[in-house]
């Protein structure tokens, strides 16, 4: 973002909340739309603050990601 001039922590943060907001709102009509051939797992909320990294969750946050992706696996099938 930097590089097209955006340079606030604050407004890059709100932006890239959007783009996912965005992202989730796409995913959520196509599992409508879709729905005998289309499906995702809902994991917002679900790691909180539970990182170990910027892209890795930490085992407690993983189990609960498993179990929910577990359940709508189950809905699905």
Do not use: C
Request: charged share 40%.
């Amino acid at each position: 973002m930097k590089r097209q001039g955006i340079a606030k922590k604050k407004l890059q943060k709100k932006i890239v909340r959007v783009m996912i907001d965005e992202l989730h709102a796409m995913l959520d009509r196509l599992s409508n739309q879709y729905k005998k051939h289309f499906s995702y797992a809902k994991f917002r909320e679900t790691v909180g603050k539970r990182w170990h990294d910027e892209l890795h969750p930490r085992k407690s946050a993983f189990k609960d990601l498993a179990k929910k992706l577990e359940s709508q696996v189950e809905t699905v099938v």
